[in-house]
């Protein structure tokens, strides 16, 4: 008659980035472990407990090891999950914004692997919602506001790209009164910067340009383009800044 022995199996699961791995089990004191394996994947030692591995496809694949001793046997199910490493995200462009009343639409790549999630790095910002790379953000802070799309995959490290968006908060007045008492003598744009280039068109209500300046630098006295005072009455106004006109209105010349 022929005893043996009891036997134990025992090994754990893996997470790994990428498609190979160190399997991790516990060297039997007796009998032989085995390790049973799906088709996609391989090993360099099926009886090792810590065979190299190798995966054709990513994903979580269950492994078992078993030990046999003559008639004693024993198995252990566990997990071998492969993740790939996503590719480096773009965030999109940069933008400039002069009105913080409308969202603004985000234009991320889309992860082809991963999760994306949106977060604030410096400023202030409100995602309608944080894992899409299109969604709409809202509730900038004046100034740079960075948002950063990151790309994460199980364990292996998470991509990144940035993305500035910088919003400069311009106030336009309603009227002024050029008549140089020095108050309220020129049309005066909070928030502008001559170097910027902001281009100011004004129009008379029929429709015709009366004065135009490029590199508006908040110096309109209310003279026409010739050097000539306008007659008192409401005008309209367009800022473009890189051919896009970013506020228009009206204005109320009044002496």
Same mark, same amino acid.
């Given at each position: 008659?022929?005893?043996?022995?009891?036997?134990?199996?025992?090994?754990?699961? &893996?997470?790994?980035?990428?498609?190979?791995?160190?399997?991790?089990?516990?060297?039997?004191?007796?009998?032989?472990?085995?390790?049973?394996? =799906?088709?996609?994947?391989?090993?360099?030692?099926?009886?090792?407990?810590?065979?190299? #591995?190798?995966?054709?496809?990513?994903?979580?694949?269950? #492994?078992?090891?078993?030990?046999?001793?003559?008639?004693?046997?024993?198995?252990?199910?566990?997990?071998?999950?492969?993740?790939?490493?996503?590719?480096?995200?773009?965030? +999109?462009?940069?933008?400039?914004?002069?009105?913080?009343?409308?969202?603004?639409?985000?234009?991320?790549?889309?992860?082809? %692997?991963? &999760? +994306?999630?949106?977060?604030?790095?410096?400023?202030?910002?409100?995602?309608?919602?944080?894992?899409?790379?299109?969604?709409?953000?809202?509730? *900038?802070?004046?100034?740079?506001?960075?948002?950063?799309?990151?790309?994460?995959?199980?364990?292996?490290?998470? #991509?990144?790209?940035? @993305? #500035? @968006?910088?919003?400069?908060?311009?106030?336009?007045?309603?009227?002024?009164?050029?008549?140089?008492?020095?108050?309220?003598?020129?049309?005066?744009?909070?928030?502008?910067? =001559?170097?910027?280039?902001?281009?100011?068109?004004?129009?008379?209500?029929? +429709?015709? %340009? %009366?004065?135009?300046?490029?590199?508006?630098?908040?110096?309109?006295?209310?003279?026409?383009?010739?050097?000539?005072?306008?007659?008192?009455?409401?005008?309209?106004? *367009?800022?473009?800044?890189?051919?896009?006109?970013?506020?228009?209105?009206?204005? &109320?010349?009044?002496?």
């Amino acid at each position: 008659i022929w005893a043996f022995n009891p036997v134990l199996a025992s090994s754990s699961s &893996i997470e790994v980035c990428g498609l190979s791995t160190t399997l991790q089990a516990t060297q039997p004191t007796e009998g032989i472990g085995t390790w049973i394996l =799906p088709q996609n994947i391989t090993a360099n030692d099926i009886h090792s407990p810590n065979a190299q #591995v190798f995966s054709t496809s990513y994903g979580s694949f269950p #492994v078992i090891w078993e030990v046999k001793n003559g008639p004693c046997c024993d198995t252990n199910q566990t997990n071998i999950t492969f993740y790939e490493q996503p590719a480096q995200p773009n965030a +999109g462009n940069d933008l400039e914004i002069f009105d913080n009343t409308l969202p603004v639409v985000l234009n991320a790549s889309t992860p082809t %692997v991963g &999760i +994306g999630t949106w977060s604030v790095i410096q400023g202030n910002a409100v995602f309608t919602d944080v894992h899409s790379p299109t969604c709409e953000v809202s509730q *900038l802070s004046e100034g740079e506001n960075i948002l950063r799309w990151t790309i994460s995959s199980g364990i292996c490290p998470p #991509v990144f790209d940035d @993305i #500035v @968006i910088k919003l400069f908060s311009l106030f336009v007045p309603e009227g002024f009164s050029p008549n140089g008492d020095g108050k309220n003598d020129f049309f005066i744009i909070k928030g502008i910067d =001559p170097n910027n280039s902001y281009h100011l068109l004004i129009f008379d209500r029929w +429709g015709n %340009v %009366v004065y135009e300046k490029k590199a508006y630098d908040n110096s309109w006295n209310g003279k026409d383009n010739n050097g000539n005072n306008l007659p008192d009455d409401t005008y309209f106004y *367009l800022l473009e800044k890189n051919n896009k006109t970013i506020k228009k209105g009206y204005v &109320i010349l009044k002496r």
